[in-house]
Antibody
Framework: QVQLQESGPGLVKPSETLSLTCTVS????????WSWIRQPPGKGLEWIGY???????TYNPSFKSRVTFSLDTSKNQFSLRLTSMTAADTAVYYC??????????????WGQGTLVTVSS | DIVMTQSPLSLPVTPGEPASISCRSS???????????LDWYLQKPGQSPQLLIY???NRASGVPDRFSGSGSGTDFTLKISRVEAEDVGVYYC?????????FGPGTILDIK
């Protein structure tokens, strides 16, 4: 049974940096693709990027150079860092596992999500 | 980026009746391996999304057989043969072909 749990601050000030961690059980972060996806309140889903292969990353260009992912294999965790936060970054942030099957990347496990509000 | 659209955006359904959701992509999701890289997810109220269908027509583990996916290229359909109360929520299609992976806007299914 694969489980993912996000942790981090629920409130971030404008211009500050968001740091979130996802703790994984039931699978090793050394394998598979590990993603961050967000959902602004009342809106749809936006893929931020994934980390895989012991640290390789692919980011959504919409986030330009603001986002960084990292892995901590000793704790079986992966993390997101998003700089220069604005009100537009207010969202539920999900961590998830993406499974590469025949070149297709389905999202087969999701965390419960954590609401991050950007406000002074 | 591949743009995903869905219709309808709102779908009221009577329990026991069928339901159908359409998803279109701005470019073909059919890969050279003959598979369509299109997934369907359901986000029940207050929950995280859950995988329903992958590679266009394959039900994920534990998904009831009243759910089916079809289509190819740029046009896809999710069908529910007989809607049950537990099926309410927002249905999203997602292209899993190329990064950045992109989702449709969602279809809200509720019970009449």
């Amino acid at each position: 049974q694969v489980q993912l749990q996000e942790s981090g601050p629920g409130l971030v000030k404008p211009s500050e940096t968001l740091s979130l961690t996802c703790t994984v059980s039931g699978a090793s972060v050394d394998t598979y693709y590990w993603s961050w996806i967000r959902q602004p309140p009342g809106k749809g889903l936006e893929w931020i990027g994934y980390i895989y292969n012991s640290g390789r990353t692919t980011y959504n260009p919409s986030f330009k150079s603001r986002v960084t992912f990292s892995l901590d294999t000793s704790k079986n965790q992966f993390s997101l860092r998003l700089t220069s936060m604005t009100a537009a970054d207010t969202a539920v942030y999900y961590c998830a596992r993406q499974y590469n099957h025949l070149g297709s990347f389905r999202i087969d496990y999701w965390g419960q999500g954590t609401l991050v509000t950007v406000s002074s | 980026d591949i743009v995903m659209t869905q219709s309808p955006l709102s779908l009221p359904v009577t329990p026991g009746e069928p339901a159908s959701i359409s998803c279109r992509s701005s470019q073909s999701l059919l890969n050279s391996n003959g598979n369509n890289h299109l997934d369907w997810y359901l986000q029940k109220p207050g929950q995280s999304p859950q995988l329903l269908i992958y590679l266009g027509s394959n039900r994920a583990s534990g998904v009831p057989d009243r759910f089916s996916g079809s289509g190819s290229g740029t046009d896809f359909t999710l069908k529910i043969s007989r809607v049950e109360a537990e099926d309410v929520g927002v249905y999203y299609c997602m292209q899993a072909l190329q990064t950045p992976f992109t989702f449709g806007p969602g279809t809200i299914l509720d019970i009449k």
